[in-house]
């Protein structure tokens, strides 16, 4: 495709080598050419970009892969998005595969949403729309004031059970919480597999006091005068210091326990990041006791931080599969247990609809709200 014509630009506003892979197998399904610009730090650790070619009038992608360096990550995609918006390209649309700062989407004691913050940054930088592929949690693409393309792997990953696991028809799909049981159902219904969800202690990842403000009352030290509020009665009663409210009784997990029949199979744990890997080396030693023979960990994002290679290879995991959302060659390296999933079949296809006005409809067909 002659480039000049095609009415947009494709371009990375990456500046490690390793994190425009994607960007360069987006672009060769797509038949353009990867736009010219120049994305590099200064010595002083600031962002700078430089584009090479003209911009005005056009469709710009800007495809950003987000690295161990996240927060550089998102500076080189503000800076390289304005750039482009004092260019005076037509339309900005960010192509965020693993959106970051995903799992701070929810109010923790005196914390943040810093998802919404991200969402509003994006915007004043330039971006008019996003495509990402499975947001932490669906609720984060109301944070935004433009459209966002939330796409799927699981047609990827579930299309690698059936065709690299042998003999998956005697496997069972896993939630290693609760809180993942939706997702380990939608696997379950789609290959026609049993289900099982890990409870218990060890499944625990966020602290139950993590989430609300659970300060108590001032209480001032008066000697005269009402020291609080008094309850209304037929008879006086003493005042006291603040509201008594009725206190909520303390969780206490359960010991960890494995709801289903996971014995003599192949358990295949299901996630949509896979960052920390404690919680999935604890929930498959669990599934080794309780027989299960081989054990896969599928997720959508291999961020694969810190140790995690490492203590996935000295693991019982027999294998952890992960799309391309996230650059994690390094890793790979470290651990020939982790396996990749090419996605940027969708996100090419995502692009070119985009551009031509098609409907993405086709890209989301059985999918569900639950999904």
């Known amino acids: 495709m002659n480039v000049a014509k095609s009415g947009y630009r494709v371009f990375s506003a990456n500046s490690s080598v390793a994190c425009t892979e994607l960007a360069k197998k987006i672009t060769e399904r797509l038949g353009v050419e990867l736009g010219k610009s120049v994305v590099f730090q200064?010595?002083?650790?600031?962002?700078?970009?430089?584009?090479?070619?003209?911009?005005?009038?056009?469709?710009?992608?800007?495809?950003?892969?987000?690295?161990?360096?996240?927060?550089?990550?998102?500076?080189?995609?503000?800076?390289?998005?304005?750039?482009?918006?004092?260019?005076?390209?037509?339309?900005?649309?960010?192509?965020?595969?693993?959106?970051?700062?995903?799992?701070?989407?929810?109010?923790?004691?005196?914390?943040?949403?810093?998802?919404?913050?991200?969402?509003?940054?994006?915007?004043k930088?330039?971006?008019?729309?996003?495509?990402?592929?499975?947001?932490?949690?669906?609720?984060?693409?109301?944070?935004?004031?433009?459209?966002?393309?939330?796409?799927?792997?699981s047609p990827f990953l579930i299309q690698y059970i059936q065709e690299e696991i042998p003999d998956y028809r005697n496997a069972i799909i896993v939630a290693k919480s609760p809180a993942a049981a939706k997702r380990a159902q939608s696997y379950a219904e789609r290959l026609r597999l049993g289900l099982a969800v890990i409870h218990g202690e060890a499944q625990c990842s966020e602290s139950d006091m993590a989430d609300g403000r659970h300060s108590p009352p001032c209480v001032r030290n008066t000697t005269t005068g009402h020291t609080g509020l008094e309850l209304p009665s037929g008879k006086q009663q003493a005042p006291f210091p603040g509201i008594e409210l009725p206190m909520m009784m303390a969780k206490e997990k359960p010991p960890i326990t494995v709801v289903g029949d996971v014995g003599g199979r192949i358990a295949i744990i299901v996630d949509d990041i896979i960052d920390d890997v404690g919680d999935f080396v604890a929930a498959a030693e669990i599934l080794k006791e309780r027989g299960a023979y081989k054990i896969y960990i599928m997720a959508t994002h291999g961020l694969l931080s810190a140790d995690a290679p490492r203590l996935i290879e000295e693991s019982a995991i027999d294998e952890v599969v992960v799309t391309n959302t996230v650059p994690h060659e390094v890793q790979k390296l470290q651990c020939p247990k982790i396996k990749t999933v090419d996605v940027s079949m969708i996100l090419a296809e995502a692009i070119r609809r985009i551009h031509n006005g098609e409907s993405m409809a086709y890209l989301f067909r059985n999918i569900t709200v639950d999904d």
């Open 42 to 123: 200064e010595s002083n650790r600031e962002t700078r970009v430089d584009v090479k070619e003209s911009v005005r009038g056009q469709t710009i992608f800007i495809i950003q892969t987000i690295p161990r360096d996240v927060n550089t990550a998102i500076m080189e995609l503000l800076v390289m998005a304005y750039a482009l918006k004092t260019s005076c390209a037509k339309n900005i649309i960010g192509v965020i595969p693993y959106f970051p700062y995903s799992k701070q989407c929810k109010m923790r004691k005196r914390g943040s949403i810093v998802s919404k913050l991200l969402a509003s940054m994006l915007a």
């Open 125 to 153: 930088a330039g971006l008019t729309h996003i495509i990402t592929m499975d947001l932490h949690q669906k609720e984060i693409q109301g944070f935004f004031s433009f459209p966002v393309d939330n796409l799927r792997a």
